[in-house]
């Protein structure tokens, strides 16, 4: 069963990040795992649990080693942050750029590739007279395609635009690909998703388009709504594993080693909308 994470909103950049972790206070060291029969606590993004691709991982692992995963979703960038404080013992995340800082600043380890995922742009199918008024389906060049959608949002209610909002990897992501874009999208049309909710869902309700996951749209997606833009690099989105270093589970390198492992790829190409990391 998922359990939802107590986890602050701050940002990766404020200063709660800027000691580097080369000592373990004492409320930390009682935090360390005595026995392979405790959970291991598994912070997961939440377009990973939708997907499927966490649980399928969890149930593979449990299988095979005999040892419990107790997933945590959330949003990836609060729970890097859980996972630098120790809260957490791994994550499963699609934010590389966080995760990289995270590392470089020796505040968690052991990161790990485990998946390739993706996002894609949908919205409303190509049919009908107000169908895609974006004029952005089938295009493979997601700035392209961002710039159009800005310059059709110019007229008053001719689209939405629905973001995530809420420091996930889908909604670091897609910032980075307005930035790559140089578009600084507008409130009149975009959107903050409400976060209690499924994105998918609803855009889907609004008629919006909206960045999503593809895992999550494998599993979620369909009419009214379609994807328009898919394929282009910049879309690619990573899955990481990493370890905390504040406490150390027993299963923790057991875990990692193993979901990022052939073993581990054997259950990620099984899963739409994700490939095995180099295929």
């Given amino acids: 069963m998922f359990c939802r994470p107590v986890v602050s909103r701050r940002s990766l950049l404020q200063a709660g990040l800027a000691g580097v972790a080369s000592s373990l206070p004492v409320p930390a060291l009682a935090q360390q795992r005595k026995s392979l029969a405790d959970p291991l606590r598994l912070g997961v993004d939440h377009a990973l649990v939708a997907s499927g691709l966490a649980r399928a991982l969890q149930v ?62 949908v919205g409303p199918a190509p049919k009908g007279k107000l169908a895609d008024p974006a004029d952005v389906a089938g295009r ?56 209690a909710g499924s994105l998918i869902a609803q855009v889907r309700a609004r008629g919006a388009y909206a960045l999503v996951e593809r895992g999550a749209w494998a599993d979620e997606g369909g009419a009214p709504l379609a994807v328009l833009v898919d394929g ?17 589970h027993p299963a923790g390198k057991i875990f990692a080693t193993w979901i990022a492992g052939p073993k581990g790829a054997r259950v990620v190409a099984a899963q739409r909308g994700y490939r095995a990391p180099g295929r």
């Fill in 60 to 121: 593979s692992f449990g299988r095979d080693t005999g040892i419990a995963v107790q997933p945590v979703p959330g949003a990836a960038l609060p729970l890097l942050e859980a996972l630098e404080r120790g809260e957490l013992d791994a994550t499963l995340t699609n934010a590389p750029n966080a995760e990289t800082r995270l590392a470089q600043l020796g505040l968690a380890h052991d990161r790990r590739a485990v998946a390739m995922g993706a996002l894609v742009l």
């Fill in 232 to 248: 282009d690099p910049l879309l690619d989105l990573p899955v990481h594993v990493m370890r905390s270093f504040r406490v150390n």
């Fill in 140 to 195: 493979r060049d997601i700035a392209d395609a961002l710039q159009r959608l800005a310059a059709a949002a110019a007229t008053p209610g001719t689209l939405q635009f629905l973001s995530a909002a809420d420091g996930s990897g889908t909604h670091a992501a897609e910032q980075m690909l307005w930035r790559a874009a140089k578009v600084a999208p507008a409130s009149a049309w975009y959107v903050a998703a409400d976060k």
